[in-house]
Nanobody, 117 residues
Framework: QVQLVESGGGLVQAGGSLRLSCAASRNIYSIHTMAWGWYRQAPGKQRELVATITSGGSTNYADSVKGRFTISRDNPKNTVYLQMNSLKPEDTAVYYC?????????WGQGTQVTVSS
């Protein structure tokens, strides 16, 4: 079974940047037909959508991160990225990647992002 492995989380000061990566554990032949998403879950809150990128490269962002976060994908590397700039304390959460189609969904294990004020 494919596993998604996230990396790049950590502790950063407000205003700083982090780049999250999420890579599939093995090559997926059809990955170029699949969409990716990044979600986050803060303590005591529900998981929320941060950004998505379709197979065609179209992107969508939560209003709270527009202009600060950028999602991108590298199909040959079976990887999705989330570039996070101008980080705020309210961005603190566990971030999860999701690889999906209408009939398939695989989640990563999550990576902690902590933004100090």
């Amino acid at each position: 079974q494919v596993q998604l492995v996230e990396s790049g989380g950590g502790l950063v000061q407000a205003g700083g940047s982090l780049r999250l990566s999420c890579a599939a554990s093995r090559n997926i032949y059809s990955i170029h037909t699949m969409a990716w998403g990044w979600y986050r879950q803060a303590p005591g809150k529900q998981r929320e959508l941060v950004a998505t990128i379709t197979s065609g490269g179209s992107t969508n962002y939560a209003d709270s991160v527009k202009g600060r976060f950028t999602i991108s994908r590298d199909n040959p590397k079976n990887t999705v990225y989330l570039q996070m700039n101008s980080l705020k304390p309210e961005d603190t959460a566990v971030y999860y990647c999701n690889l999906f189609t209408m009939s398939y969904s695989r989640w990563g294990q999550g990576t902690q992002v902590t933004v100090s004020s």
